[in-house]
């Protein structure tokens, strides 16, 4: 198993920005396609960015292209998101997940981190 933990969220004003942290540790990172993905009260949790193993391939959501960045350090065990010009509606728990280069489906999740976006 791999375990996640996220850092980085708080209180923002729009148009700010935020880096937000995922440490992994347990089995080696670069075996694992990461993703960030967020959830609102009430809401099913969606998909934020995605990036492969080797950091090669990044992909998006349209609501967030263009503003926020997925990046990860292997040598550090590390996955980051860095998010510029923030909405009020991009306040949500943000969470990192982990998935086998092999599998199709995020196994493993951190326990999230609030990003709070004022207007």
């Known amino acids: 198993q791999v375990q996640m933990v996220e850092s980085g969220g708080g209180l923002v004003q729009a148009g700010g920005s935020l880096r937000l942290s995922c440490a992994a540790s347990?089995?080696?990172?670069?075996?694992?396609?990461m993703g960030w993905f967020r959830q609102t009260p009430g809401k099913e949790r969606e998909f934020v960015a995605a990036?492969?193993?080797?950091?090669?391939?990044?992909s998006y959501a349209d609501s967030v292209k263009g503003r926020f960045t997925i990046s990860r350090d292997n040598a550090k065990n590390t996955l980051y998101l860095q998010m510029n010009s923030l909405k009020p509606e991009d306040t949500a728990v943000y969470y990192c997940?982990?998935?086998?280069?092999?599998?199709?489906?995020?196994?493993?999740w951190g326990q999230g981190t609030q990003v709070t976006v004022s207007s």
């Open positions: 997940a982990a998935k086998s280069v092999f599998a199709t489906r995020y196994a493993y």
């Open positions: 347990g089995r080696t990172f670069s075996n694992y396609d």
């Open positions: 990036i492969i193993w080797s950091g090669g391939s990044t």
